[in-house]
């Protein structure tokens, strides 16, 4: 508006948003209720402000699960490896085409994380062989739950979770039909602590899970798939 000297009121300065207001922790922990890694994504596109928002709030989780997400090798590798203090993995295959292979395994198995997880889940991943998975449970040294039923691994896989998770609690290797009783009896025999494990839908013979009761009679052989979660809970 002009006055009656013809010089203009001076503009009023652009108010800040309300969010743009938040303390970094409390956008933080905003940021860690989105439901999507797509939205997070996006939320760290923003301004820098929030992309170091968005790297805290990764950085603070002990549980990530992309199940039911659509995400691939490069975006579910980015954000495991932000997640410094993550202990429980979920890229379980689901409805909406989890497309994970070997390369995603690969580049998962870096991150500073994985030394540290108790609990792997990749339930159903088709795209998947032993070479992503014997890199990933090789540096997975405190691996207590791990679920890779519904996949095509073979021995190989189970060779190498004897030789690393030596504090394996449960596995499910449900319909995993290329592994043999020899993978069975060297994973039972390697991981000393097991005290569960899923067998259903395999091509083993009934009489091969006697050898393994000899090994460790206390592991409870089950055949009822439980496939939603790697945490299975030994009654």
């Known amino acids: ?7 203009g009121a001076p503009a009023q300065p652009e108010e800040e948003p309300h969010v743009e207001r938040l303390p970094a922790d409390l956008l933080a922990h905003v940021l860690s209720l989105l439901p999507s890694f797509h939205d997070l994504a996006m939320a760290g596109g923003v301004n820098r402000r929030w992309r170091r928002a968005v790297e805290r709030s990764l950085a603070g989780r002990r549980r990530m699960s992309f ?29 909406w085409g989890c497309q994970i292979t070997d390369q995603g395994l690969i580049r998962i198995s870096t991150a500073e994380c994985v030394k540290n997880l108790t609990s792997i889940s990749l339930w159903g991943l088709a795209g998947i062989t032993d070479n992503g998975v014997i890199q990933l449970v090789s540096r997975a040294h405190s691996l207590q739950h791990l679920n890779i039923g519904g996949t095509f691994i073979t021995d190989q896989s189970l060779f190498a979770v004897a030789k690393s998770c030596i504090n394996l609690k449960s596995i499910i290797v449900w319909s995993c039909r290329h592994v043999t009783e020899a993978g069975l009896v060297a994973l039972v025999g390697g991981c000393r602590k097991l005290e ?24 409870q052989i089950r055949s009822i798939p439980r496939i939603l979660n790697a945490n299975v809970q030994v009654s």
Request: aromatic share 4%; glycine share 14%; hydrophobic share 40%.
């Open 67 to 95: 199940a039911g997400q659509r995400t691939g090798d490069d975006s579910t590798a980015r954000f495991v490896r932000a997640a410094v203090n993550l202990r429980d993995l979920d890229i379980s295959r689901s409805c």
């Open 196 to 219: 569960c494990i899923n067998v259903g839908g395999m091509r083993v013979p009934p009489e091969s899970f006697a050898g393994l009761l000899a090994i460790s009679p206390a592991l």
């Open 1 to 7: 508006m002009m006055g009656g000297d013809g010089v």
